[in-house]
């Protein structure tokens, strides 16, 4: 006995541990798996945010700075092109003055005739002409202000001066006082000069030069001709315009040319002089500019790292361009027989270039180009008009020059990068860091899961060992209570359970032992069946009784002991035998009645009388009894008993009535046995599903909050670091530049201010950005508290606050009263600020401004949602804008009016847009330019 | 003659020069004082460290602070500013690029007697420091010496 226990004790202690670990393993994988799926799922939801944050932080930032870069080309094209319209203006402003005062000689020449011949005798002003036989020419002095170089054909044969241009030079002499100081002012010159009249085409120039022997030396032919000779058709073209004085009769210009004199390029401008009446020709006033002064400029303009700017004329000749940009754009040069180098686009290599139209107006023009394969962004502006006296047409039409910048695209993007690879180095670190943190929180909480599932396991394992004792019989198991927690409680039921199953079981034995008593009763009654059914055979085959049988036929097949004993006829006779019916029943009248009854009623009778005559010729009255329809037999169509003796018929229904008792009894016991089976299957499945129902609490203890909310803090130290480090930068940008402007302006030009103010400019408008950006980032993440608001309101207090704003302002506002919504207020109010914000903005230039903000009723676009929907509106008067834009209206960095007109980040729609869709709604706008802009929007009803 | 300094606690070089400028533009001629750190900044308040008997009785008349500062943080120096007697109701005045909204309230929340944003407009820069300087160094009532 004792031996017995020890290896029961053993073998309990290793069933145990055995389904200890079972458990333990089981919970362990359940939870771990789930564990680390949810760890797996928010991490992969954290860097998949990460990833499209950092996505869509790029893509705005990227098209911001296209559209940054843009500006600043076009701020700094405009500029520079200012700069030479300038230059241009300076030139003819001073020849105009120079025009003027010669203009005012002529018109008062009689008047001024005293003053004139007083001043030639001021040796200052005397021109001492003298006649260089060698040359055929007369000039005046070396001590002169202005140099005088008369022509041969300005001589009469004795080699004097001809009256008429003697006149000339008397008269202009006084121009000696005005020439220097018109020549050194303004816009830097050359030479400054004056031409007579057709009659006497000399010229007096300033600063003196020994003209007369230059000419003698490189062209001896010029000291023969007039000065007009060398501009064929010109004099006529200026005399035309006297009859359309709108146009041509003004300041004339050349195309570049190469100064004989110093070999430097020249731009020559010329302003005509007329008679008091304005009738003839009187002769011009010139400057030759030096070209250099604008050319350097474009030469030496520095754009990105390698791009450039050019200058190029109404034909299309590049005239300033730097060497680098000659081999960028794919110039060939030419150089014409006077010294002219000629670089047309229309010859350049790259064809995008060859094919490239100047612009036709005044407006910037951007277009993107493929040179020597790589994207180049050019960019071009026209210069302000000329009058240029085309040589070959001998007319005078206005032409323009044009200023072009070409930046090779991705130098523009250079910030972008490295902000990116900054960002991108980041974003690594935040990962790294995550997931350290990841591997630790797991690594924790595994070590809690398993102290746990070891504690709740040991509970498990007694419970299952002590189900294991109750499986092997022992109905007394009582495990033992381990601690006070759900499995505690349940070990406590499980002992209660197996008190109740040892309960339920000690009745199920009992009833299993009368259940056996019975089986034993029903086998007994059975060989009784057996015995009496062997009994009734002998019965029947000697009863006393009569038993018949007959076939379809009518012929007997059965004939008992009692048949033979009551008729007389043996069975032998009466078998088979087709008279046996006429010999029982020899009278054929009653016999055909017998037959015709029994036809009718086939096998339905009982304690049937007939008369039969015996053998020995004794009639018996026989009670017939059919029992062929209650135990049919194959073969014998009818069947039955025939006898007075009806104690025979007695003893047969006896017997039936016990054999229907002994079945009834049967089935009740058996249908009392499937009860008590299923009760005990009823216990089985409620342990089941408490068993199920723990394991489910379980899975519940690991939540995924925790890691949100983890994801959700790394995302606001990021907003958070992009907030203080990129701003921090930019405020250096911005301080330094204004300390440099302050400390050394002075030694700065205006062009180097002017940068410097462009610098502060761009580094205010990131700073905007930067924070339009923060904005938009919050809108997107914060928390919202939804609640019934009143839009009218909040609308209300919008315009009065921009009333308030810009008290000069006068607009009708019309506001629906009382419009509601569900949602948060703090978005609403962010969202109608801009919204009424953009339409006070725009209608800036209108009187009277409108704006309206009401609700309309609107037809879903989708079919589905079949009901009407109402949309909210804010409507104005304003500018407008080109339908064709409205599906970038409300992306970020999306502008559709200049900044210099109508001030702004780009990102108000882009918010409205988020409010909306946190709002489960739609917006959207209609507008024409010119005719005002409606935004509508939805809201989802019931959030 | 006004001789009482000014503190301020900045680690970004460019940002000391910015508001060393701001001041002088502001036509604030009190001397100031740069700590790099927050350790620093307290060591220099309460003689401690590199400082080591400097008269702490001799506190500047305002302490020009930056959050984001190396080894302590801004908002741990003005904790430990608030939490001695001797340096309790000294002005305080956070200068930082923050914006975000628990960085202001925290500031309040520790007992700042300002909180400016640095603007990326150094105009405005200046414009702040200068109504800074005339309220705290000019009309502001200097709070009684605390007495140890």
Not at chain 1, 258 to 286: C, K, M, Y
Not at chain 1, 487 to 510: C, P, T, V, W, Y
Not at chain 1, 773 to 791: C, D, G, K, P, Y
């Amino acid at each position: 006995m004792g031996t017995k226990h020890t290896s029961t004790g053993n073998t309990i202690t290793r069933l145990k541990d055995a389904v200890r670990n079972h458990f333990q393993t089981k919970i362990l994988v359940i939870s771990l798996g789930g564990m680390l799926f949810s760890i797996l799922l928010s991490g992969l939801i954290f860097f998949l945010g990460m990833r499209k944050l950092t996505k869509d932080v790029f893509a705005e930032v990227a098209l911001d700075l296209e559209i940054a870069s843009q500006q600043h080309l076009e701020s700094q094209i405009t500029s520079t092109a200012e700069r030479i319209n300038l230059w241009m203006r300076h030139a003819q402003a001073d020849l105009r003055i120079f025009a003027t005062i010669t203009q005012q000689l002529i018109d008062h020449r009689e008047e001024f005739r005293p003053m004139t011949e007083a001043i030639i005798e001021i040796p200052f002003f005397a021109d001492k002409m003298q006649y260089y036989p060698e040359g055929g020419y007369s000039q005046n002095a070396p001590d002169e202000p202005t140099v005088v170089t008369l022509q041969t054909l300005y001589h009469d044969e004795t080699a004097r001066i001809k009256p008429h241009p003697q006149q000339v030079i008397n008269e202009t002499a006084i121009l000696d006082l005005f020439m220097p100081a018109i020549h050194t002012q303004g816009a830097k010159k050359m030479w400054t000069y004056f031409a007579g009249d057709t009659e006497a085409g000399f010229l007096r120039l300033f600063p003196w030069t020994d003209f007369g022997k230059e000419a003698i030396e490189n062209y001896p032919e010029q000291m023969h001709i007039s000065y007009w000779t060398f501009f064929p058709g010109l004099v006529e073209a200026w005399e035309k315009g006297l009859e359309t004085p709108d146009s041509t009769t003004g300041i004339v210009t050349f195309p570049p040319a190469i100064d004989a004199t110093s070999g430097q390029a020249i731009q020559i401008f010329g302003h005509p002089l007329w008679n008091r009446e304005r009738t003839q020709f009187a002769g011009a006033v010139w400057y030759d500019l030096a070209l250099a002064e604008i050319t350097n400029i474009i030469e030496e303009m520095q754009l990105t790292q390698t791009g450039f700017a050019f200058l190029a004329l109404g034909d299309g000749n590049v005239i300033a361009i730097p060497e680098h940009g000659i081999q960028a754009l794919g110039l060939q040069e030419r150089i014409l027989g006077d010294g002219h180098l000629l670089r047309d686009l229309e010859d350049s290599r790259e064809r995008a270039v060859a094919a490239l139209t100047l612009p036709g107006d005044d407006a910037v023009s951007f277009l993107e180009l493929r040179l020597a394969g790589r994207d180049h962004i050019m960019v071009m502006r026209r210069l302000a008009p000329m009058n240029v006296f085309l040589d070959g047409a001998e007319q005078i039409a206005v032409q323009y020059w044009t200023l072009g910048f070409v930046v090779p695209k991705d130098e523009t993007y250079a910030p972008l990068i490295a902000v990116q690879t900054n960002v991108t180095k980041s974003f690594k670190s935040i990962l790294l860091l995550q997931g350290g943190l990841l591997v630790v929180v797991a690594a924790g909480l595994a070590g809690l899961m398993f102290f746990l599932t070891e504690r709740m396991t040991r509970g498990l394992a007694e419970l299952s060992a002590g189900a294991h004792q109750i499986a092997q019989g022992d109905f007394d198991t009582q495990v033992e209570i381990l601690s006070t927690d759900e499995i505690g409680r349940l070990a406590r039921m499980f002992n209660e359970m197996a008190h109740q199953l040892k309960e339920s079981f000690d009745r199920l034995e009992h009833w299993n032992t009368q259940l056996k008593e019975e089986a034993l009763e029903r086998q007994l009654a059975e060989k009784d069946l057996q015995e009496s059914q062997e009994r009734l055979r002998l019965v029947l085959e000697n009863m006393p009784v009569m038993m018949d049988a007959f076939d379809a036929e009518g012929n007997i097949l059965v004939w008992n002991k009692a048949c033979e004993w009551v008729t007389g006829y043996s069975a032998e006779e009466m078998i088979n035998n087709p008279r046996a019916l006429e010999w029982l029943y020899p009278d054929p009248d009653y016999r055909q009645q017998m037959l015709a009854q029994w036809a009718e009623r086939g096998g339905d009778y009982y304690n049937w009388e007939w008369t039969l005559t015996a053998r020995d010729g004794a009639v018996k009255t026989v009670a017939w009894s059919s029992i062929s329809d209650r135990f049919p037999i194959p073969g014998w169509a009818t069947w039955g008993t025939g006898v007075d003796v009806t104690k025979q018929a007695q003893v047969e229904k006896e017997l039936w009535k016990h054999r229907e008792d002994l079945e009834e009894m049967i089935t009740q016991r058996t249908d009392e046995l499937n009860v008590r089976v299923a009760e005990v299957e009823l216990l089985n499945r409620a342990m089941t599903n408490l068993l199920q129902d723990f394991q489910a609490a379980n899975a519940k203890l690991t939540s995924m909050a925790d890691w949100l909310k983890a994801t959700n803090q790394e995302l606001e130290s990021f907003a958070y670091a992009v907030s203080h480090d990129l701003r921090a930068p930019l405020r250096g940008i911005d301080g330094w530049s204004l300390a440099l402007l302050e400390d050394y302006g002075e030694q700065l030009d205006a062009t180097a201010r002017q940068y410097l103010d462009s610098v502060r400019a761009e580094a205010q408008r990131m700073g905007q950005l930067i924070d339009a950006l923060l904005h938009l980032s919050r809108v997107t993440r914060a928390e919202m508290q939804i609640q019934h608001v009143n839009l009218s309101a909040l609308a209300q207090a919008v315009i009065a606050r921009l009333q308030a704003e810009y008290p000069d302002r006068e607009v009708e506002v019309h506001i629906q009263p009382d419009l509601m919504a569900d949602g948060d207020a703090t978005l609403f109010e962010a969202m109608l600020t801009n919204l009424l914000g953009n339409a006070w903005k725009f209608t800036r230039t209108r009187t009277p401004a409108c704006i309206e903000f009401g609700v309309m009723a609107y037809e879903s676009e989708n079919k589905k949602e079949d009901q009407e929907r109402k949309a909210f509106f804010v409507r104005d008067n304003g500018v407008g804008f080109d339908m064709a834009y409205a599906k970038k209206l409300f992306g970020a960095f999306q502008r559709m009016h200049k900044a210099s007109e109508f001030p702004g980040t780009g990102i108000g729609l882009a918010t409205v847009r988020r409010i909306i869709h946190r709002h489960g709604g739609q917006v959207w706008a209609e507008a024409q330019v010119d005719q005002g802009a409606t935004f509508y929007f939805t809201l989802k009803e019931n959030l | 003659m006004n001789t009482k300094k000014i503190l301020l606690v900045e680690d970004n070089p460019s940002d000391v020069g910015l508001t060393q400028r701001a001041l002088r533009k502001s036509h604030i001629a009190n001397e100031l004082t740069v700590t790099e750190n927050g350790q620093e900044a307290l060591d220099y308040l309460f003689g401690d460290g590199a400082y080591a008997g400097r008269d702490v009785m001799q506190l500047p008349a305002l302490v020009l602070l930056d959050l984001k500062l190396p080894r302590v943080d801004g908002l741990e120096v003005l904790r430990r500013i608030r939490a001695d007697a001797r340096t309790r109701r000294l002005p305080v005045v956070i200068l930082t690029t923050s914006k975000e909204e628990e960085d202001v309230a925290a500031g309040y929340d520790l007992g700042a007697n300002s909180y400016i944003r640095k603007p990326v407009d150094f105009e405005q820069f200046v414009q702040a420091v200068q109504h800074l300087g005339l309220y705290w160094l000019v009309l502001n009532e200097e709070p009684p010496k605390v007495k140890s």
